[in-house]
C-alpha cells in the first residue's frame, strides 16, 4: 500500500482544515486506516483511526469532539477533519494503514501498522 498525504498548511487558531490520503496498490475496502502526528521534538502520537468499513472510529482524547476521520472506499482515500484547530496541534500528520482482517477493528498503537504516508505539515498560529 503507498499512502500519499495532502491538505497540511498554515492556519489561524480557531479555523479549520482537511487533511487527504489517498492509497494505491490495495483495495482501501481490506486495510484499517489512521493519523498519527509529531510535533518539533516530541514523540510521534495516535490522533484517530478508522477501521476498514468506516463504521468504526477512535480518537485521542486531545482531539476528540474537534477532529473527524472518515473514508471512502470507493476512492481509495481516509480524510482528517480538523475544527477549532488550537496552536497545540501544530505538528506534521501522517497517514497509516494496516491490512486488517477484521472489519470492524480500530488500531492506536503506530506499530500496529505497517504502512505510512510522507507527512504534510500543519501549522496553527495563535
Known amino acids: 500500500v503507498q499512502l500519499q498525504a495532502s491538505g497540511g498548511g498554515l492556519v489561524q487558531a480557531g479555523e479549520s482544515l482537511r487533511l487527504s490520503c489517498a492509497a494505491s496498490?490495495?483495495?482501501?475496502?481490506?486495510?484499517?486506516t489512521g493519523w498519527f502526528r509529531q510535533a518539533p521534538g516530541k514523540e510521534r502520537e495516535f490522533v484517530a483511526g478508522?477501521?476498514?468499513?468506516?463504521?468504526?472510529?477512535t480518537y485521542a482524547d486531545s482531539v476528540k469532539g474537534r477532529f473527524t476521520i472518515s473514508k471512502d472506499n470507493a476512492k481509495n482515500t481516509v480524510y482528517l477533519q480538523m475544527n477549532s484547530l488550537e496552536s497545540e496541534d501544530t505538528a506534521v500528520y501522517y497517514c497509516?494503514?494496516?491490512?486488517?482482517?477484521?472489519?470492524?477493528?480500530?488500531?492506536?498503537?503506530?506499530?500496529?501498522?505497517?504502512?505510512w504516508g510522507q507527512g504534510t505539515l500543519v501549522t496553527v498560529s495563535s
Open positions: 497509516a494503514a494496516k491490512e486488517a482482517s477484521s472489519v470492524y477493528s480500530v488500531y492506536s498503537k503506530a506499530y500496529e501498522y505497517g504502512y
Open positions: 478508522i477501521s476498514r468499513s468506516g463504521s468504526v472510529t
Open positions: 496498490g490495495r483495495p482501501f475496502m481490506y486495510v484499517a
